[in-house]
């Protein structure tokens, strides 16, 4: 491998003019430099490759994916304990709205950690109900699984703020009086 002086793109041992700024070429690397070379731009293509694939999970999602989780957990705590406790009025006006809000979550959190389970769900769609489509995903299914699990996200996080609200609120109410 050839290092240009001029630019720093590293070429090919058989080029004698660089191909980015047309500089001549020194003397090959050393076999260690080229090795470092090597696996530097290795790395950059392993990197390039999973960041390419469709279904990379980045890590906003797994974060999102942590936060579906958490919100599952409270609000799946939060049914019980407050059903016959501290606020029932609470439980019974927005019990489906909570319940709805786990069925959000849960979609998002599939969505979001685990997606090619969700496209494998999609392919069982396609071959049970024999569509004669390709049933790889297109950049339109990709963009749309998106936006839906984002307002997934947000629907079911509503619920969870709204409960914290109410909870306050109650407490506020208790510590006043």
Avoid at 20 to 45: A, M, Q, R, W
Avoid at 126 to 149: C, H, Q, V
Avoid at 162 to 170: D, K, P, R, T
């Amino acid at each position: 491998m050839k290092k240009c002086k001029k630019c720093g793109i590293v070429q090919n041992d058989e080029r004698t003019i660089c191909i980015e700024c047309g500089n001549f070429l020194g003397k090959p690397l050393s076999k260690e430099e080229s090795k470092h070379y090597n696996e530097e731009i290795t790395d950059k293509v392993n990197d390039l490759t999973e960041r390419a694939d469709d279904f990379y999970i980045t890590s906003w999602d797994k974060i999102m994916g942590g936060l579906c989780f958490g919100g599952i957990i409270y609000l799946a705590a939060f049914l019980p304990f407050f059903r016959n406790t501290y606020i029932p009025h609470l439980y019974n006006s927005y019990l489906k709205e909570y319940l709805f809000s786990i069925i959000f979550l849960t979609y998002c959190l599939l969505m979001t950690v685990f997606p090619k389970f969700i496209l494998f769900l999609q392919r069982l769609r396609f071959i049970f109900f024999d569509f004669s489509e390709d049933p790889s995903p297109s950049a339109i299914y990709l963009i749309f699984t998106k936006i839906i699990r984002y307002l997934f996200f947000v629907v079911g996080y509503m619920y969870v703020i709204l409960s914290v609200i109410e909870i306050i609120q109650y407490f506020y109410k208790c510590i006043k009086n």
